[in-house]
């Protein structure tokens, strides 16, 4: 008997993709998530134009990685993070 279940060597991440937003408009998950959040206090983002200084480079993927912790840090900190 092994003691670990056999991994795939191939994943197609776009199948599971689909399947995970599939799943998420069935249970309305999004919506349920709004409105769970709607009466927290707001935290208001204002994000600039993508590449305001050229074509993009491996720079803005750092800067695009930074603010997505960062409010994924306000939103697990209770706060009702607003995109504009």
């Given at each position: 008997m092994a003691l670990f279940k056999e991994?795939?060597?191939f994943v197609h991440l776009p199948k599971i993709e689909e399947n995970i937003l599939k799943f998420w408009e069935?249970?309305?998950?999004?919506?349920?998530?709004?409105?769970?959040?709607?009466?927290?206090?707001?935290?208001?983002?204002?994000?600039?134009?993508p590449t305001a200084?050229?074509?993009?480079?491996?720079?803005?993927v750092l800067t695009r990685c930074l603010k997505d912790l960062?409010?994924?840090?306000k939103t697990m900190n209770g706060l009702y993070v607003c995109f504009h």
């Open positions: 991994v795939k060597t069935k249970e309305k998950v999004f919506h349920k998530l709004r409105e769970d959040r709607k009466d927290l206090k707001k935290y208001i983002f204002l994000e600039g134009p200084n050229g074509l993009p480079h491996v720079g803005h960062y409010l994924r840090y």
